[in-house]
């Protein structure tokens, strides 16, 4: 089964190493996952008002040329993510968005969602799973405390996203665990870093990116780990690196010993 | 051929202003049958009725057809009326003319044509209407009460105190319920133990009341009058009789790692215990999965310490059959699950506790032995939030969309009761509404706000932090001064959602009674039969049928035991003459008819048939008993062959109706 | 009359049944944004119920909710505040020359670091 991926813009330029460490964990995971051809930028927000169309279009492409592979859309950016699962669940479920998109792309056969729209994480999750990922780590980051950091875009809308518990999620954990390092669960792990504001209003990114940070430091993370380099971003150029943040590919990498070559 | 006379009601103004009543009876005098035909404005009154008697007795009526109100409103008065100026009420036939007609229609023309249509319909139906009699059953005179909380303690007391004999099957191994678990209770404050135990030890003197817990209904059969119910009567281990609820082995048991149910899981319990001082009855129980005697064979300490002799590791379950006339529900009521409400950090911190578990954390028998203590590290609390409509009022598919009813009192209750005892405790409430009606309610609510000094904060939590030294930072908002609230606190209190206990959907099928879509038990009529169920001989009683306090239970428990002593003090009943039969040379022993019905009222028997020249074959038939059968129709529905036929709804009758309905 | 059409669009995309507000707050309790908001998550609701489009249009908030879906996520009632705020916030930067963020001003902003995601979106939200 072949996963088709989507790294989207910023993997491509600021966040390349959250990219290259997941595509060297795929090699090691023996995965077999292609990137899309000619993809084009999802648009990183999702448009949530009821009368936009032509902002999904994009979307709706890329998501149609995974059709036409194995239906599997492999993402790893949460952004692109959230743009592409609940575009996805429009043309599921909002008859109006579908019957235009289609109208306008004049597909060969009309879209309808069918493809699956998967998270790396939830790759390593469903289709790797934590015991055979924990089986090929060979550099376990033992003793190594680090606290998840959800943000928003993975777990909301939950109805839509369908990612873990919005409130107590536990994948990251998880992940963590397998990976052999200790996790931290600190309550502002799920808290907004302040995403597209910190452009015009940064005083506001600061703050939040701060509480998220402060947050972890006291529960006693050496590190927190995210997938999204908006929140990298944030963290990281906002806030006060009292701990200090990494991409969770990159400790994968780390774990399975491929990050140096 | 029928007589038959048409009745056409104007029911005031109701029919008479959509409804040309005048032209419906001339309309009606052509029909095949009809020999007399008028209208009046109230038929249902002494009047109208009078009217009715009078025309059979002019007319020689066979049949009568009144064309008024639903048949589920007036359809006895009329068949009454019938019966006693001499024909058979069966030869009774309802036009629904109000409901279906002028309440639905504007336009005089349209009412008018519908209601002479269905005039018709019902004259074709009476056409070849035959009289029809109710058999008769005997009534059993003993009740059963499903659930041993408050409400079935209440129900059972009085349906035994009016002379019946009652059994109470509790699922737990005392009786009690939730009320037993409570601290104090609202609007006076008295202790929920003082009022109740000495209930529970009545319910335990009764010679009247039997009593069969730590046991579960297996199967229910029959109908109302003449129930037959299985009783599971689940292993305890214990030699009832020998053991004396001294408590020695409770001591012994080295497995002492069991969730204490009755004190919601706060502390633990041994693998044979009582479940409190005043449970009733009085007599351990094993836990199976706990005690290390029945998993693997290795102990048997409280045998060696039991000084009666009681303990049996050998004791299997037992079935008991009885038979019952009347059935009340009482099943009472759980805590929702808080799974969906991580925002709250129930799961992540022992301080913050739904209301129901606070209960225990001030109960004086409870596992702080009633002083309130931070559950995680045992320290006094200085300062407790709490949360409202946890899950309640909630259509967003976390909760549940009911208002909980009871949450704004107990919390008010908990406020005070804190604020008495450690007036040094600061205490918030984050509230929606205050919802107080009821006696001195509401002057409950405002004297916690008034003279404790609650602090309440109209809006809603956002989220509960678990801080990193102990604390809980509550954030919500304060709707009334515009402002997002932080909070430093030491416990949480979730005023949390009750739904009916899971065990009911179970029940509701055995007992074929109706659930909502909330799990609550459907009564018969919301306003004026709130006590029955809609199955014959079946009573709810308490939260199982929709949220309530203690006042209003004890007060449902006693009207539905009325209604049982109503249903026990007859020594018959008339059973539902609308019956089902097979055409016996038309069924060919299928079986679907009996596989359809609800009721099990259809067998099977092997009967001879001549078939002429001497000749005879044996074959397979069904065959209904008259006793059980409820008229619903379904297996003349399933019947492949058309062999099975409804009394007073034959096949041939509805397709008159329909024709007549089809003919211009 | 032009404002009642602009309510009854703005209702429409935004998607969500104000109606079914009950009034308990839950999503200013929840937003991390609140402090930096003029008019609360809450007041969208029943200001857009109130048929008070205007004030909304005006408020500071439409530029400061981050769209985290916290408000939608807890909302006991299914409303979805976040979509309301959206929706007037496209009411805004619909209209000509009423885009927040101009492209010329962007150089100033920006870092080596700055990755282009949040520039993206930050266009996204603000501009049309």
Known sequence: MRFSYYPGCTLKTKAKELNNYALKCVEALGLDVKEIEEWQCCGAVYPQARDEIATKLSAVRTLNYA????????????????????????????????????????????????????????????????????????????????????????????????????????????????????????????????????????????????????????????????????CMYNLKHMGDSVVDVKYFTEILAEALGVKED | MQRIGVFVCWCGSNIAATVDVERVAEAVKSEPGVVFSTQYQYMCSENGQQLIRQAIKEHNLTGVVVCSCSPRMHEATFRKTAESAGINPYMVEIANIREQVSWIHKDIEEGTEKAIILARTAIAKVNLNAPLTAGETKVTKRALVIGGGIAGIQSALDIAEAGYEVDIVETKPTIGGRMAQLDKTFPTLDCAACILTPKMVDVAQNEKITLYTYSEIEDVKGFVGNFSVKIRKKARYINEDACTGCGVCMNACPSKKGLNEFNQGLNNRPAIYIPFAQAIPNIAVIDPQQCLKIKNGKCGLCAMKCPSNAIDYTQTDEIVEREYGAIVVATGYKTIDLDKFGEYAYNESKDVVTSLELERLMNAAGPTKGTLLRPSDGEHPHDITFIQCVGSRDTSGCGKPYCSKICCMYTAKHAMLIREKYPDVKVHIFYIDVRTPGKNYDEFYRRAAEQYGVDYIKGMVGKVYPQPNGKLLVQGSDLINNEQVLIESDMVVLATAIEPEPSVRRIATLLTTSIDTNNFLTEAHAKLRPVESPTAGIFLSGVCQGPKDIPETVSQASACAAKVIGLLAKNTLKGNACVAGPDESMCNGCSVCANVCPYGAITYVDKEFRLGGGKTETRRVSQVNQAICQGCGACTVACPSGAMDLKGFANKQIMAEVEAICKR | MEDKYLLSDVKRYSGTDTSACMRCGKCSGRCPAYNDMDIKPHQFVTLIERGDIEKLMQSKSIWTCLSCMACVERCPRNVAPAQVIEAVRDAVVRQQYANKIKAEDIPAKIDETIPQQLLVSAFRKYNK
Not at chain 1, 89 to 108: G, H, P, T
Not at chain 1, 128 to 137: E, F, P, Q, Y
Not at chain 1, 206 to 212: D, P, R, V
């Open chain 1, 67 to 230: 059709k036409g592979e194995d239906g599997k859309l492999l993402t790893l950016c949460s952004a692109c993510h959230n743009v592409l699962k609940r575009v996805n669940e429009d043309m599921i479920s909002d008859a109006n968005v579908r019957l235009k998109a289609n109208n306008y792309l004049q597909l060969e056969e009309e879209y309808a969602g069918e493809t699956e729209v998967i998270h790396y994480l939830e790759m390593l999750r469903d289709y790797v799973g934590w015991d055979n990922l924990k089986a090929k780590v060979v550099n376990p980051l033992k003793g190594v405390k680090i606290g998840a950091y959800y943000g928003c875009l993975l777990l909301r809308p939950s109805k839509v996203m369908a990612f873990d518990n919005p409130e107590n999620p536990t994948i990251i954990e998880d992940f963590i665990k397998a990976i052999g390092a200790t996790p931290v669960v600190y309550p502002y792990r799920n808290e907004c870093c302040g995403a597209y504001v910190s452009l015009d209003e940064p005083a506001i990114s600061k703050k939040k990116s701060n509480a998220i940070l402060d947050s972890a430091s006291a529960n006693g993370a050496d590190m927190v780990i995210t997938a999204c380099p908006l």
